[in-house]
């Protein structure tokens, strides 16, 4: 008998080799569970709620405890909560036909890449338990790097190389030392949040003065923004309907770029 054989026909390799195999197959089988604790089970738009019984991958309820005294969740608890309708119509009587809004004005209404979730409606908290992002005019330890341009009062250009309005303040993510949105102050509609990853700064061909271009929506669309309750916090779920506004936009902000490009 060979070094490395156990019997006749088995060696130490092929029982290493079987050894993978098993812990790779418990490995996939452990991803796949873990990976549908949220949103299942899947529902049909051809067939209405799934209603079989989700037996297959769906894992045992684990409990999570929330941080800064907020609770417990247990998922999955295979409960659907929200009940919104889509505000659109599917352009096909077939399984995955994407709908067409129906509202005169799309922004806003929670359809295609203006979709939002059902968030938390309280502010995301940092590690004091106090609210992580916040206005800088609020934060007297933070301020704009002298090597960096200031973007206070500068004006925002939206898709129509309008001026929709200045920017009035900051808001920062106080843990990453980022900036999160510009506030801009719109004349007539007060104040409205823009997301930083929406922007790009850039100057005038003319002038050379520094702007903010918004490629997303018009000018006169920033008065839709939605807006957030208090003026030195903003919750996970006004953060998830203002993200979802400007999304829209970049499809609906006007009718021909819902349309193809052929």
């Given at each position: 008998m060979g070094t490395g054989h156990i019997v006749g026909n088995i060696d130490v390799a092929q029982v290493t080799l079987y050894v993978f195999w098993v812990f790779f197959f418990a490995l996939l089988w452990y991803?796949?569970?873990?990976?549908?604790?949220?949103?299942?089970?899947?529902?049909?738009?051809?067939?209405?709620?799934?209603?079989?019984?989700?037996?297959?991958?769906?894992?045992?309820?684990?409990?999570?405890?929330?941080?800064?005294g907020q609770g417990e969740v247990q998922v999955p608890d295979l409960e659907r909560r929200d009940d919104r309708p889509v505000p659109g119509e599917k352009i096909g009587a077939f399984a995955g036909a994407p709908y067409r809004p129906t509202a005169d004005n799309p922004l806003g209404e929670n359809i295609g890449?203006?979709?939002?979730?059902?968030?938390?409606?309280?502010?995301?908290?940092?590690?004091?338990?106090?609210?992580?992002?916040?206005p800088m005019s609020t934060l007297p330890d933070f301020h704009v790097a002298e090597e960096d341009p200031d973007p206070h009062g500068i004006a925002v250009?939206?898709?129509?190389?309008?001026?929709?309005?200045?920017?009035?303040?900051?808001?920062?993510?106080?843990?990453?030392?980022?900036?999160?949105?510009?506030?801009?102050?719109?004349?007539?509609?007060g104040t409205?949040?823009?997301?930083?990853?929406?922007?790009?700064?850039?100057?005038?061909?003319?002038?050379?003065?520094?702007?903010?271009?918004?490629?997303s929506i018009l000018a006169d669309q920033f008065a839709g923004v939605?807006?957030?309750?208090?003026?030195?916090?903003?919750?996970?779920?006004?953060?998830?309907?203002?993200m979802a506004y400007y999304g829209s936009g970049t499809l609906y902000a006007t009718p021909r770029r819902a349309e193809p490009l052929l």
């Open positions: 991803i796949r569970q873990e990976d549908r604790r949220e949103g299942y089970p899947l529902e049909s738009d051809i067939e209405g709620k799934y209603t079989k019984e989700p037996w297959l991958f769906i894992p045992a309820p684990k409990t999570f405890v929330l941080p800064h890449p203006g979709s939002w979730c059902d968030r938390a409606d309280h502010p995301d908290l940092a590690a004091d338990g106090e609210p992580l992002i916040r250009i939206g898709a129509d190389n309008k001026v929709a309005g200045t920017v009035s303040d900051l808001w920062v993510d106080r843990a990453e030392q980022v900036i999160r949105y510009f506030e801009v102050d719109v004349e007539g509609a409205v949040l823009l997301p930083h990853n929406f922007v790009r700064l850039s100057k005038l061909p003319r002038t050379g003065d520094r702007v903010l271009r918004v490629k939605p807006g957030h309750a208090d003026p030195t916090a903003v919750t996970l779920l006004e953060e998830d309907k203002i």
